[in-house]
């Protein structure tokens, strides 16, 4: 699958850059492109309010295209809002090399205060779950020999997702510990044959990849939940991964749920870190309690759309109040067409009165079907990129589009995100009110009602804005970004410099 990807998209980004010059920025109409990679890029998610991560590559596929996670810097250039398609733009400050595994899923929690810069990261590698963590801010120099905020990364460990590679890690250990009773003579006689006699073999397994994973952000990371192609949830103790680091651990499942029966398409969690929702490859959406693995209902299809649709995707938003949860749902139309629409629906469900209900349904009304979801940290804001490689903002609250770029990308979208309004990394190096809210610190998403990156089959990374009535707010806020940013920055190199 991933060599197919790769070949997909390495065709596409030569077809695109025929008709388009991605990147330029001398005409409107050219798409904001903040990063054009030279691998095929599948995950994207924000690292910090200053920083995205993104991985890909070629998998075993021998065609010399690297396995990487990337992580960029995201700030401003020095032009002005009105003479340049985004104000944004991505700076490469990380490179990890993910060996023979592209990483096809991801996601990031933080575990500690947002100015120590300690972060979780899960990368899905195929029968495997890696548990990556930042252990602080660090200060590199660009090829301008300027200094630049980056990360400290390093692995912490590996969730096997496939009791196939489990089984298979034990026969060898017998094999080996049989093996090694033997005489000299005997050992010689198997190494000279042509398959050492009663030697597991990894290919003969049929190996079970994870296909998606989401962090329980209510413990700031100390659970992770995965979905596997066989149909299954497995709910993980990230906290006894953390606290022993021996990879001869096999770790197993706090939970193991029969979910679906086939992949586990998507799935997310609610804040609380009560409910999962998950969706399999077979369109159907279910809620689960958290806790005991049990199903709480199998989420019913909107009247609008009863027939002929499954669920593409789900995210959970913050909204509602006390017990309830709210999210948001993609439908896509089972046989996709140009005539055919897709539909949003947000959801309410009240636990007390274990009530779901559709609380708006909206067709997309674009006919290209709905590729990636998204929900803004605030909850007002939707965000979708499609299969005809659209990005669209919508209000969540009526699912009304704000605005929409059309064919932005040259393929689907494989993810949106988007970018934060606010930094809370720099919170307590401000001078503070004695009394009210705390003064907030613009964000990368500042100079915009709302900001969403996206990224493509097609090996771009853009940003697109649903800008303020007044350019001058933006510009405005954007100097306050910048000024974070000195002083972050300026934290991290004293800190540096005395570890």
């Given amino acids: 699958m991933t060599a197919v990807l790769v070949a997909t998209s390495h065709k596409v980004l030569t077809s695109v850059g025929s008709t388009k010059r991605m990147g330029s920025t001398s ?7 903040i990063v054009t990679s030279k691998i095929p890029l599948f995950c994207l ?11 890909g590559g070629g998998g075993e596929s021998k065609t010399g295209v690297l396995n990487l996670m990337q992580t960029y810097l995201i700030t401003f250039g020095n032009k002005t809002l009105s003479n340049c398609s985004t104000p944004i733009r991505a700076e490469l400050v990380n490179t990890i090399d993910t060996d023979s595994y592209a990483t096809m899923n991801m996601d990031v929690v933080c575990c500690s205060n947002p100015e120590k810069g300690r972060y979780l990261i899960a990368a899905g590698h195929g029968q495997y779950c890696d548990i990556y ?14 200094e630049v905020l980056s990360y400290e990364i390093r692995n912490v460990g590996r969730l096997t997702t496939s009791e196939e590679v489990e089984s298979f890690r034990a026969g060898v250990a017998q094999w080996l510990e049989r093996f090694a009773t033997r005489t000299w003579s005997t050992q010689l006689m198997v190494h000279s044959s042509t398959r050492a006699q009663g030697l597991p073999s990894l290919s003969t397994l ?6 998606c994973v989401r962090f329980d952000h209510s413990s700031a990371g100390k659970r992770v939940v995965t979905g596997g192609e066989d149909g299954r949830l497995r709910v993980w103790n990230t906290q006894a991964l953390l ?3 021996n990879p001869e651990i096999v770790h197993k499942p706090i939970l193991d749920i029969e979910a679906h029966k086939s992949d586990v398409f998507d799935i997310d969690i609610s804040a609380d870190g009560r409910l999962i929702i998950s969706v399999g490859h077979d369109g159907i959406a279910k809620m689960w309690d958290m806790n005991l693995g049990t199903l709480i209902q199998e989420i019913p299809f909107p009247s609008e759309c009863a027939s002929g649709y499954k669920v593409r995707s789900v995210r959970c938003a913050s909204l509602g109040g006390g017990s309830n949860l709210v999210f948001v749902a993609g439908y896509n139309p089972v046989s996709l067409s140009s005539k055919r629409v897709s539909y949003l629906a947000l959801w309410a469900y009240s636990r007390e009165r274990q009530n779901l209900r559709t609380v ?5 009304d674009q006919g290209d079907g709905i590729a990636s979801l998204c929900v803004s940290s605030c909850g007002n804001f939707t965000g979708v990129g499609t299969m005809g490689g659209s990005v669209y903002i ?21 993810a949106v995100e988007f970018l934060d309004r606010t930094a809370g990394d720099v919170l307590s190096l401000i001078p503070q009110p004695t009394h009210g809210n705390p003064r907030q610190v613009p964000g990368p998403g500042s100079c915009a009602r709302a900001s969403i990156i996206s990224l493509s089959a ?5 940003v697109h804005n649903l800008l303020f009535d007044k350019p001058s707010t933006s510009w405005f806020l954007v100097k306050l970004f910048f000024f974070s940013v000195n002083i972050i920055q300026q934290v991290a190199c004293h800190n540096v410099k005395y570890l």
């Fill in 360 to 364: 708006v349904v909206r067709s997309t």
């Fill in 458 to 462: 097609d090996q771009t990374i853009q």
């Fill in 45 to 55: 998610k924000k690292l910090g309010p200053r920083h995205i991560i993104v991985a």
């Fill in 394 to 414: 919508y209000d969540t609250h009526e699912m009304r589009q704000c605005i929409g770029f059309k064919n932005t990308h040259g393929i689907f979208v494989t």
């Fill in 243 to 245: 606290e022993d680091r």
């Fill in 27 to 33: 005409s409107r109409t050219e798409p904001p492109v």
């Fill in 133 to 146: 963590e930042t252990t602080g801010y660090a200060i590199e120099k660009n090829d301008s020999d300027k």
């Fill in 206 to 211: 049929g190996v079970i990849e994870s296909k």
